[in-house]
């Protein structure tokens, strides 16, 4: 059964930089095909995709978000982590993690299947 | 960058209605189209992917089509756990997810 769940503070300040770590089991990032994106959601607002990282540590970013954004990965400890610069108010919105689709015949897509259940980040002063 | 364009952006629909979603992209993406379905305080769900492809799991009522630039996900017969928000996402070049149709009982 894959599961991912998201952490990280709740609560930055303007400017600073945001770090998100997102645990999984289930799966293993050193497998051949499989990747973990970042997707994220302002309240009342629509998911915006942010980042992706592949087993073989490829990794793509949003073009309008890319240079505030990394992306890594630690396949020992089973977690990918985001991190954001620059932090702003009108980044405060619900950060998910989830898992590249898989299908049943063993193709990959660039779809997320399952999601972990998201956290919520306030950017205030 | 690929725009996502999705209309309605809501629509009022009863138990039973057929309803279709449609989907455009900005330009041509072949068929890296997913479709995602998102109720209130809940992460959303994998429908449909790569354009038509129905997702394991999920009930056959849901289908999709098209190619190229122009899409649609369809409902063929509106369940009660139907009513939610649906998204459509490209793969083609990056990712981007279309804005959203919210569909409500009529």
């Known amino acids: 059964q894959i599961t991912l769940k998201e952490s990280g503070p709740t609560l930055v300040k303007p400017t600073q930089t945001l770090t998100l770590t997102c645990t999984f089991s289930?799966?293993?990032?050193?497998?051949?095909?499989?990747?973990v994106g970042w997707i994220r959601q302002p309240p009342g607002k629509a998911l915006e995709w942010l980042a992706l990282?592949?087993?073989?540590?490829?990794?793509r970013y949003s073009p309008s978000l890319k240079s505030r954004l990394t992306i890594t990965k630690d396949t020992s400890k089973n977690q990918v982590v985001l991190t954001m610069t620059n932090m702003d108010p009108v980044d405060t919105a619900t950060y998910y993690c989830?898992?590249?689709?898989?299908?049943?015949?063993?193709?990959?897509?660039?779809?997320?299947?399952?999601w972990g259940q998201g956290t919520m980040v306030t950017v205030s002063s | 960058d690929i725009q996502m364009t999705q209309s309605p952006s809501s629509l009022s629909a009863s138990v039973g209605d057929r309803v279709t979603i449609t989907c455009r992209a900005s330009?041509?993406?072949?068929?890296?189209l997913n479709w995602y379905q998102q109720k209130p305080g809940k992460a959303p769900k994998l429908l449909i992917y790569?354009?038509?492809s129905l997702q394991s799991g999920v009930p056959s009522r849901f289908s999709g089509s098209g190619s190229g630039t122009d899409f649609t996900l369809t409902i063929s017969s509106l369940q009660p756990e139907d009513f939610a928000t649906y998204y459509c996402?490209?793969?083609?070049?990056?990712?981007?997810f279309g804005p959203g149709t919210k569909v409500d009982i009529k």
């Open positions: 989830a898992h590249r689709l898989e299908d049943d015949y063993g193709d990959y897509y660039d779809a997320f299947d399952i």
């Open positions: 289930g799966f293993s990032l050193s497998t051949s095909g499989v990747g």
């Open positions: 990282i592949y087993w073989n540590d490829d990794k």
């Open positions: 330009q041509s993406i072949s068929s890296y």
């Open positions: 790569a354009a038509s």
């Open positions: 996402q490209q793969s083609y070049s990056m990712n981007t």
